[in-house]
């Protein structure tokens, strides 16, 4: 069975750090471009970033980059979301997403919910 589950999620305050897990199973996810997502209540999902197959294949969006960083441990089958001086703003469902390089498969976490508060 196919399956992604994100971990790490939790309560954090204001300038704090949070490190997110997205474990693969069923699939081997060094073959796949990693991605995050977050979606806030009331907003859209907004994509964070990715990293593609190697780490220099890496982006971010320009309200996270500098602060948030992708990588992967292959060995274990999971990427990583550090995310550091976070923002209240930034409280929102945090997700990852697996797609295929090959073919059209793609995969979604059920997502992990971060919330930043004093």
């Known amino acids: 069975q196919v399956q992604l589950v994100e971990s790490g999620g939790g309560l954090v305050q204001p300038g704090g750090s949070l490190r997110l897990s997205c474990t693969g199973s069923?699939?081997?996810?060094?073959?796949?471009?990693m991605s995050w997502f977050r979606q806030a209540p009331g907003k859209e999902r907004e994509w964070v970033g990715d990293?593609?197959?190697?780490?220099?294949?890496?982006a971010y969006s320009d309200t996270v980059k500098g602060r948030f960083t992708i990588s992967r441990d292959n060995a274990k089958n999971t990427a990583f979301l550090q995310m550091n001086t976070l923002k209240p703003a930034e409280t929102a469902v945090y997700y990852c997403k697996a797609t295929s390089r090959s073919s059209s498969d793609n995969y979604w976490g059920q997502g992990t919910q971060v919330t930043v508060s004093s």
């Open positions: 990293m593609g197959i190697t780490a220099r294949s890496t």
């Open positions: 069923g699939f081997t996810l060094s073959n796949y471009v």
